[in-house]
């Protein structure tokens, strides 16, 4: 299962752009990189998930260079609700027939000031 | 249900008492799975179910907790003779798998916090 690195903590203003990297230089050919977002209280929620190159929904956009040995997600013009812990995990669909264990580790902090 | 359902929403016990949590996941979601957080920390993953069968039951984390799910619908988590550092929070989340489907594209439940006194 291919271990994934991303900074503790991140502070950012209202209206900025955020863009919060993780690191995963071992990603198989077969795994996907997947964002969750979790507020205090609450189960993790799904953000986006990709593959390749570029995806972008309602909510953020996903970068993904060639060598896929890192993403970014980015969070446009960011308010105050989305202080949050943010999730990134890699795996692939078969994973569980492996008897891999999902490892969301302990995420970035994300906090927006006013 | 639109969503996860878990129950109950908290549970306060003593000490050395047995504890069942129960979740309803999404109709039609085949997968299944239980975390532990505990206060600021991240999702510790617990066990995994693909329909009613659970490949993998080494991510729980002694003997006193167990598993398991039935009909392919409703899971139950039990922890017996309970400790204090059992207190956290147990999350459940589904998700549809399929042959095109990544199993991390995983819908939470609220969770039911568990203090043990």
């Known amino acids: 299962l291919a271990k994934t690195t991303q900074p503790i903590s991140m502070d950012s203003y209202e209206g900025q752009e955020v863009n919060i990297t993780c690191s995963h230089n071992?990603?198989?050919?077969?795994?996907?990189i997947t964002w969750y977002q979790q507020f205090p209280s609450q189960g993790p929620r799904f953000i986006i998930q990709g593959y390749k190159t570029k995806v972008t929904n309602e909510v953020a956009s996903l970068f993904i260079p060639a060598d896929r040995k890192s993403s970014t997600l980015s969070l446009p013009r960011v308010s105050l609700s989305d202080t949050a812990v943010y999730y990134c995990?890699?795996?692939?669909?078969?994973?569980?027939?492996?008897?891999?264990?999902?490892?969301f580790g302990k995420g970035t902090r994300l906090h927006i000031l006013p | 249900g639109a969503g996860v359902s878990q129950s109950p929403s908290n549970k306060v016990t003593e000490k050395g008492k047995d504890v069942e949590l129960r979740c309803d996941p999404i109709s039609g979601h085949t997968a299944l799975y239980w975390y532990r957080q505990s206060l600021g920390q991240g999702l510790e993953f617990l066990i995994y179910f693909q329909g009613n069968s659970a490949p993998d039951k080494s991510g729980l984390p002694s003997d006193r907790f167990s598993a398991e799910r039935t009909g392919g619908s409703v899971s139950t988590l039990t922890i017996q003779r309970t400790q204090q550092e059992d207190s956290a929070v147990y999350l459940c989340?589904?998700?549809?798998?399929?042959?095109?489907?990544?199993?991390?594209?995983?819908?939470f439940g609220p969770g039911t916090r568990l203090t043990v006194t």
């Open positions: 989340a589904s998700s549809l798998t399929t042959g095109t489907s990544s199993p991390y594209e995983q819908y």
């Open positions: 071992n990603i198989a050919t077969n795994d996907y």
């Open positions: 995990l890699v795996g692939d669909s078969v994973m569980m027939n492996r008897d891999d264990k999902i490892i």
